[in-house]
């Protein structure tokens, strides 16, 4: 198993660009989530899935878009990069969101908006 | 909403006990967990706690829960120098893990 993959590890775009940061895993998990990790600001939910075709927000989902149309991937959209968008992010998945279950992140993207 | 809180620091010699603590604010936890992440990488879970229990012990690592101090800790016995890294606590509530800060543990000779 890869377990939970991203790309691209480094990205640098300019203020208003476009892109989309991949992530997929091959676990069967059902529930995915993103995170952006800040210095001194730990982790911050952005968005997560508890299946195919459902998303929903998390702590701080604004500027991003996601979709869920199979189990395996979990795109994150940043349809018009901002320099507050600089930032670590994390894609996670479990088997399951709603009882314990551990939660296997990827190698992360480091983002840059110039 | 939840907060989880933690003191940004922490160095330690090499072969000392180190101690990591989190507060947090929801009363309703269920799990509460510790991360590691080592540099440029990603978290790991080292240990969790169910919150009806107040100690849990992992080899070198020790969890201390207060529930009515809503406190959670972190012992790590014997501290190594692999074991420099931040640590996250982090709090499970309906479907959402809301973490701490990070503590970076720095491990000198």
């Known amino acids: 198993n890869a377990g939970v993959t991203q790309t691209p590890k480094f990205q640098v775009l300019k203020t208003g660009q476009s892109m989309t940061l991949q992530c997929a895993q091959d676990m069967n998990h059902e529930y995915m989530s993103w995170y952006r990790q800040d210095p001194g600001m730990g982790l911050r939910l952005i968005h997560y899935?508890?299946?195919?075709?459902?998303?929903d927000q998390g702590e701080v989902p604004n500027g991003y878009n996601v979709s869920r149309s199979t189990t395996e991937d979990f795109p994150l959209r940043l349809l018009s990069a901002a320099p507050s968008q600089t930032s670590v992010y994390f894609c996670?998945?479990?088997?399951?969101?709603?009882?314990?279950?551990?939660?296997?992140f990827g190698p992360g993207t480091r983002l840059t908006v110039l | 909403g939840e907060d989880v809180e933690q003191s940004l620091f922490l160095s330690v010699r090499e072969g000392d006990s180190s101690v990591i603590n989190c507060t947090y604010t929801?009363?309703?936890?269920?799990?509460l967990y510790w991360y590691k992440q080592e540099p440029g990488a990603g978290l790991q879970l080292l240990t969790y706690?169910?919150?009806?229990?107040d100690m849990k012990q992992d080899q070198r690592l020790t969890v201390l829960l207060n529930k009515k101090d809503k406190h959670l800790s972190l012992r790590i016995a014997d501290t190594q120098t692999g074991d420099s890294a931040i640590y996250f606590c982090?709090?499970?509530?309906?479907?959402?893990?809301?973490f701490g800060t990070g503590t970076r543990l720095q491990v000198f000779p």
């Open positions: 996670a998945s479990s088997l399951a969101g709603y009882s314990y279950n551990e939660q296997f």
């Open positions: 899935s508890v299946g195919a075709g459902i998303t």
């Open positions: 929801d009363s309703s936890s269920t799990y």
């Open positions: 982090a709090d499970y509530n309906t479907d959402k893990l809301i």
């Open positions: 706690i169910f919150s009806n229990m």
